[in-house]
């Protein structure tokens, strides 16, 4: 009781654009969980095969890692108001157009489009949240933001499920159909068009890089830069082997109604966002390097329950621990990041980040289609667990000794410091 009053005080002190940049993730990742409960589903449903779900996955990863930085570049003097309103119109937008039209070369296009959208909101929310925040806040407003967007998630897969099943007794005689899938998404895509409102209360914050000379690649070290990507890279390969396709390894593994997928769904970001809020509380027993490594290792042997069991309660309970300790650590990891750059390095390091985080969330969105296709979910997961343990070795390696004197040089008093 005491850490949840303790985090409401927090929240009601946040500055005003860091509330509603919350509100606005919090709508917006709403609609994205209704809309990706079921979007696989519907294209299979289309008559499309696993190899091209895949394709159709890993597109808007892929346009994200290209226009990143480019985007982040050319928006260097437009407001962060002007650029998030944009993203979430475009997104709202692909949403009904992958609602409607079902041929190949729309679905390919407004897929490119969600990507635009979430390259857009990528170079933003991370620079948006620094320049909100203050040290001594930063990782409550960041891991408050991560725990709302999940609690959003959560509701969404519910609201998406319980829609689609409504839209199957109304529309298709209680069968599961396109029909019923597209009434669903067609939702979601309102709900999205809906989290532009809270945007339209923006202060307007100036530019996103301030001056179009802030956003300069020299400035940054390459071998640090690498060094701090890599270890969430390799997490991001692995997370899009598996993460992508829950719904249908759930669905295929114990044949689940769609009523129960989407509540079972809707416990993932559940425990994502138990996750947000645990998250502060480790960093200030183990700091920042420390609690991601106890999160991402303890993530593991739960991920291996979760594949291989072949029971479904064992396969639940891994997973809703499994997603609780590996998402505790992305806010972490992103107070973190941006901690070994200039704030006004801030959008570039973000749009960086978010183009080698997406072409491996990419790539490995891909390989998976393909590998289902002979091996199952067994092949995936393994490549996951690979992905995380390197992960989390790097991590040890490079940054625990210099996050422990950090933490050993704070803790001294001032007239031991030299």
């Not at 990706?36 to 294209?43: A, D, E, F, R």
């Not at 809703?320 to 941006?338: D, E």
């Not at 002979?374 to 996050?403: E, K, Q």
Request: glycine share 8%; hydrophobic share 55%.
């Amino acid at each position: 009781m005491k850490a949840l009053k303790e985090y409401l005080l927090r929240f009601r002190h946040f500055h005003g654009n860091a509330r509603l940049f919350i509100y606005v993730t919090f709508a917006s990742s709403m609609a994205q969980s209704a809309f990706g409960l079921v979007y696989n589903l519907y294209v299979l449903e289309l008559g499309y095969t696993r190899e091209f779900l895949g394709t159709l996955e890993s597109i808007p990863v892929f346009v994200t890692a290209a226009l990143a930085v480019p985007l982040a570049l050319l928006c260097a003097n437009l407001s962060m108001k002007r650029i998030l309103l944009t993203a979430v119109a475009l997104a709202a937008l692909a949403f009904a157009g992958l609602s409607v039209f079902p041929s190949k070369p729309m679905l390919i296009s407004f897929r490119f489009l969600s990507g635009v959208s979430a390259a857009l909101m990528a170079i933003t929310s991370w620079p948006l949240m620094a320049r909100y925040s203050t040290e001594n806040d930063r990782n409550f407003v960041f891991s408050f933001q991560f725990a709302f967007t999940m609690i959003a998630g959560f509701f969404g897969n519910l609201i998406s499920g319980g829609m689609t099943r409504l839209a199957a007794v109304i529309l298709s005689g209680g069968a599961e159909s396109e029909t019923s899938y597209r009434a669903a998404l067609l939702a979601s895509a309102g709900i999205m068009a809906l989290s532009i409102l809270p945007a339209l209360r923006f202060e307007d914050p100036g530019s996103a890089g301030n001056r179009r000379g802030a956003l300069d690649p020299s400035r940054l070290e390459p071998k640090r830069t690498f060094m701090v990507f890599l270890p969430q890279i390799l997490v991001g390969f692995g997370a899009g082997m598996v993460m992508p396709y829950l719904n249908i390894f759930f669905k295929t593994m114990f044949d689940l109604r769609i009523s129960s997928l989407g509540l079972l769904m809707s416990l993932m970001p559940l425990s994502m966002s138990l996750g947000g809020f645990v998250g502060p509380w480790l960093v200030k027993k183990r700091g920042l390097v420390g609690a991601m490594i106890i999160l991402q290792a303890l993530s593991v042997p739960f991920l291996a329950t979760m594949g291989f069991s072949g029971l479904i309660l064992p396969t639940v309970a891994a997973a809703f621990i499994r997603t609780m300790l590996m998402n505790a650590s992305w806010p972490i990891y992103s107070v973190f990041m941006l901690s070994h750059f200039r704030k006004e390095d801030h959008p570039l390091a973000s749009a960086l980040y978010t183009s080698g985080w997406s072409l491996a969330w990419a790539f490995g969105t891909k390989l998976s289609g393909t590998l289902q296709m002979d091996f199952g979910f067994t092949m995936p997961f393994m490549i996951t667990i690979v992905c995380y343990c390197a992960a989390t070795l790097l991590l040890s390696r490079w940054f625990l000794r210099g996050d422990r004197r950090a933490a050993a040089a704070t803790a001294m008093p001032p007239e031991a410091m030299e």
